[in-house]
């Protein structure tokens, strides 16, 4: 039996489509429903389904980080979109990143039926055929780049907050190894790393305001101890900030 998880913010949608699909003829079972898509990618973490039925417009959630958190972390998982969202652009986007059906609410009966056929058929047809390996392997190459983007431009924005892996994977709906590891392989660097480049580039901008305290610069930075902004700033840099501040003179 594949295992079926069922993601939507109205609950009348995933009980209307839990009690109508006859899911055993599909040789499928509905394992879990969820209300949004930070509850639903614990669910998936969880349950490691093979298909999930999900809406993308659910508040508080980035619909393309979440499928690009799905098919990166899970790339031979079959997802399929119901949503009222009608954008032709985001639609696009979403079916580069893998996605097996991308369906408009009020969705048909049949158009639900062909689209869980069609993943039912995927999944069994054999993973070991090079041609649609390939293809999964570019769309889970295709969502890794999404993911690291949608996390690097998390952090550009937030790197005045503590942040920590494990807040910058909730926001791309993924887990922090997975992140971490997505990470190291497309910018080579860690988390930690990364949040450290970003943090000090800004720093020496600020630098060059003679009115802000080297201390003031690392507190707004995101550095709530001044020593280790200190020991930083030297290892990144390879001088001192108060160095650096006197070199732009």
């Not at 980035?62 to 969202?85: H, K, N």
């Not at 689209?115 to 390996?133: C, I, P, W, Y």
Request: overall charge negative; some cysteine.
């Amino acid at each position: 039996m594949y295992r079926v998880v069922l993601i939507d913010d109205e609950n009348r949608i995933v009980e209307g489509l839990r009690r109508v699909v006859r899911w055993a003829d599909y040789r499928c079972q509905v394992v879990g429903t969820a209300g949004d898509g930070a509850e639903g990618s614990r669910l998936i973490r969880e349950l490691k389904p093979h298909i999930v039925f999900t809406d993308i417009r659910m508040p508080g959630q980035d619909g393309l980080a979440m499928i690009a958190g799905l098919r990166s972390e899970f790339p031979d998982m079959q997802v399929a979109i119901l949503t009222a969202y009608r954008d032709f652009a985001f639609a696009q986007e979403a079916i580069r990143l893998g996605v097996a059906r991308f369906l408009l609410k009020p969705s048909k009966m049949d158009e639900i039926k062909e689209a869980l056929q069609t993943m039912v058929e995927r999944l069994d047809k054999d993973a070991a055929e090079s041609g649609e390996k390939d293809e999964e392997d570019e769309q889970a190459n295709t969502a890794g780049s999404f993911l690291v983007n949608q996390a690097l431009d998390y952090m550009e924005k937030n790197y005045q907050q503590k942040l920590t892996l494990q807040s910058v994977a909730d926001c791309c709906y993924v887990s922090q190894w997975h992140l971490s590891k997505l990470l190291n392989r497309y910018t080579e660097k860690s988390f930690y790393d990364t949040l450290n480049a970003i943090r000090i580039d800004r720093a020496k901008m600020l630098l060059a305001d003679p009115k802000l305290k080297i201390g003031e610069i690392g507190e707004m930075v995101g550095y709530a101890d001044t020593a280790h902004f200190a020991r930083t700033f030297k290892k990144l840099v390879g001088m001192s900030a108060n160095e650096y501040r006197n070199s732009l003179k």
